[in-house]
């Protein structure tokens, strides 16, 4: 039987592609390829997962606006990286949850769009 495998990709729109994907760059070192977009390779030598998961319509965990998705980034250390955030000027939630899943956290891209930052556990 064919089935999905992983995470193939998350699309959506912008008002200015690339300045959206020159923040992500600079402030979350993603590596933009010249087509404008990312390739997220697995690395089985470090924790975590892709998840795909349907939210209730009427969800509040994406924030306060009208996002119909939200993004989750894996990342190596939450607080560092939310410090640095916060120092280039970056909206972020100043709450952090931990669960037997890891650590997470949250903040805004110059869109207004909440992202979801998650260091899995050890």
Known sequence: MARVIGLGGIFF?????A???AWYA????????????????ED???AGYALWSPFPADT???????????INFRV???DALLAQLRADGVAADERTEVS?????????????????????PA
């Open 13 to 17: 729109k912008a008002r200015d592609p």
């Open 19 to 21: 300045a959206l994907a």
């Open 26 to 41: 600079e402030h979350l070192g993603l590596n933009v390829d010249d087509w404008g977009g990312v390739r997220f390779d």
């Open 44 to 46: 089985e030598r470090r």
């Open 60 to 70: 509040d965990y994406f924030g306060a606006g009208r996002q119909p998705y939200m």
């Open 76 to 78: 190596d250390d939450l």
């Open 100 to 120: 037997e899943f890891g650590r997470f956290g949250w903040i805004m891209d110059i869109e207004g769009t909440r992202i979801e930052l998650w260091q899995p």
